[in-house]
């Protein structure tokens, strides 16, 4: 009879037991993994919607931008230096972007706003704004109109929770209005019929006309074809002020940026700004994305850039939203810590009973001759091997749902959805694939058995055999 | 041939606010084959006295030499080893290990000791068959009756051929016809396999088959007889 062997029969002395205490550390692990997998796939969408559709991964700007953001820390634009990064292997598109603030009006409204200067051309190299066109919109008479259709009635009912909300592409349409997989084919040409949403977006050869965000649309209550009036300081205090038609409404990803974003050919911007051949940034696209590849490109191309020059991550550029995840991720991690402790209690329970339980049989053991060692390690296979399969089931248990949540993310239906939009954010909840975060949950509920095996030994070496086989 | 002897052995409990003398100047002597069986009231300190002997616990005063060791000389690990290599134990109840079956309880020690295989399954066996147990090789203890489980733990406790076995009441908990089957059982291993057997008892019928009787009373001996009963 090995070790082993005497464990993995204690194991099952008390099958329930045994079941219960790894079931629970299923449970925890579980549920840990399928959370974080959640908490941390959202911020991953968060920061890529915010990268490809507004900062990029890297970008050039003058040294002192990264702490005063003004027009004033711009560059002019040296062909020379752009063509040389574009050369770097990792580089896939350059885009110089001049960015500022003004005030917008339409109408009798007005609103703070940032103006951003990009070639559209160039643009759509490397961010993907185009993607976020509102293409279908619920005004009061395309709901109404839609209501005169034979509609499935859910649909029908979420119509009016969701009056003059707009969408930017089919699959979302689907899911919020909670569209059922038989119906796509019927109802679908009746919202291209008579909620779709006439809109343009900008060219190189443009002039004159803006592409702005849909939160600023809605409160300028400016639409296509509008007018829209720019007023701010150009370079060095000069006066700004432009007309500018709206050619097309984008939905932004984040609602700071829906709220404000007024997107002008380049020349435009520098026109207005009186900048001539000016940036105050220029977007690197990258092919390789992962924290490494960023350091060793921005390391390569700041031999390039030279003096008053700096290549600047999308974390230094996103420094307020990472930490605004960062105090997110904490309140998360408290929770799960919350739940690592309950369960802990209950193991750290068990293990009492359990050691209470058998006092006379380790007397008994000690008394005919077996080692406190040698008892002190059977007890521990046995509980590594409770937590183990506790740690396995969790894991296995979560991988299908997270490969499953990575691959067709979770996306909400009617009010929920309604509550996300409201908050300006897709109503999406994509998840994260296993990364280190896995690791961690493993180490901590390893963590919580050492302590648990830790008590269980000492008891057994401080146990007093006579007293223990009395008992 | 001396196989325990005990020079002046003082046992003192101070844990409660009244010092117990449990064992109190003992000196006492078992030889090789001894039959004997330590009675007297409950609380006389017949326990503390085989839980010494043993080297369970060690006295406050006085010598206990078993097989030439000392065992006031051992330290906590080496008295563990002592025990596994020279005592054999049989508890007046949950003598064995629920989780193996009869032949593996009565192999547990020598498992410990390392014997090979084969050696340890022969031994296993004859064992079982000398308690009357070779039918019940794979039965777990709670399949077997409270007499059963006794008979297991006496072959478990010899099969290591111990200097002795120490039995702090073995037939409490048993009905008369289970006794009289485990003390037969011992009596003809202390015949057969001239193995010493120190019992402790307030059993009458586990005293009349004993061919020493040791009396204890508040720790003291009061007296110690010879009796020669066949
Ligand atoms: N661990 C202990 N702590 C304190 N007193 C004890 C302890 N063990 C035994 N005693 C006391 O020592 C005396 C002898 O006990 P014991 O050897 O168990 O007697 P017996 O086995 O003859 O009934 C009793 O008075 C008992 O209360
Ligand atoms: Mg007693």
Known sequence: ????????????????????????????????????????????????DVIESYTGYLQLQHTDYIDESSLD??????????????????????????????????????????????????????????????????????????????LPGRTAKLLDVFVNESFTDEASLISILGIGRTDTSDVLPLFRKHAAFENGYLTSADSGYAVIGNGLSEYLHAGVGDTLVLMGQGYHGTTAAGLYIIKGIVRMPQPEIDNRFVYLTLDDARYLYAAPGMATSAIISVRDTEDDDLVMTRNRLGQITGDGLAIRTWKEMNALLLNQMEADNKSGAIMIGILYLVIAFGVFGTVLMMMAERRREFGMLVSIGMQKGKLAKVISMEMFLVGFLGVAAGVAGSLPIVFLGYARPLRFTGEMAKMY??????????????DTYYLWQVVIVLLILLIAITFSVRKIFKMNVINAVRA | ??????????????????????????????????????????????????????????????????????????????????????????????????????????????????????????????????????????????QLSGGQQ????????????????????????????????????????????????????????????????????????????????N
């Open chain 1, 73 to 150: 820390n711009g560059f002019v634009i040296d062909p020379e230096i752009i063509s040389r990064i574009e050369g770097d292997p990792n580089v896939t598109a350059v885009i110089p972007k001049l960015e500022s603030f003004a005030l917008a009006a339409s109408g009798s409204r007005t609103q703070g706003v940032m103006v951003i200067g990009m070639d559209p051309e160039d643009e759509m190299k490397g961010l993907n704004i185009i993607n976020r066109l509102v293409r279908y919109r619920l005004t009061p008479k395309a709901v109404e109109a839609l209501k005169a259709e034979s």
């Open chain 1, 1 to 48: 009879m090995k070790d082993y062997q005497l464990a993995w029969r204690n194991l099952w002395r008390n099958r329930r037991r045994t079941l219960i205490t790894a079931a629970s550390v299923f449970f925890a692990v579980f549920f840990a993994l399928v959370m974080r997998s959640f908490q941390l796939g959202t911020y991953e969408k968060m920061y890529r």
């Open chain 2, 150 to 229: 006794q008979r297991v733990a006496v072959a478990r406790a010899l099969a290591p051929r111990p200097e002795f076995i120490l039995a702090d009441e073995p037939t409490a908990n048993l009905d008369t016809k289970s006794a009289e089957t485990l003390l037969d059982i011992m009596e003809k291993l202390n015949h057969d396999e001239k193995m010493t057997f120190i019992f402790s008892t307030h059993d009458i019928r586990v005293m009349k088959r004993a061919r020493r009787v040791i009396t204890l009373e508040d720790g003291r001996i009061v007296s110690d007889v010879r009796v020669n009963n």
């Open chain 2, 1 to 142: 041939m001396k196989v325990v002897e005990i020079n002046d052995v003082y046992k003192t409990y101070h844990d409660t606010e009244v010092e117990v003398k449990a064992v109190n100047g003992v000196t006492l002597s078992f030889e090789k084959g001894d039959f004997a069986v330590i009675v007297g009231p409950s609380g006389s300190g017949k326990t503390t006295l085989l839980n010494l002997i043993g080297g369970l616990d060690q006295p406050t005063g006085g010598e206990i030499i078993v097989a030439g060791h000392r065992l006031s000389e051992l330290k906590p690990s080496e008295l563990i080893d002592f025990r596994m290599e020279h005592v054999g134990f049989v508890f007046q109840s949950y003598n064995l290990i629920p989780v193996l079956t009869a032949s593996e309880n009565v192999g547990f020690i020598l498992n410990l000791q390392k014997w090979p295989k084969e050696k340890r399954k022969a031994r296993t066996d004859e064992m079982l068959a000398s308690v009357g147990l070779s039918d019940r090789h794979n039965s777990r203890p709670s």
């Open chain 1, 421 to 434: 939009e409201d908050y300006g954010f897709d109503p999406v909840m994509p998840m994260l694939l296993p």
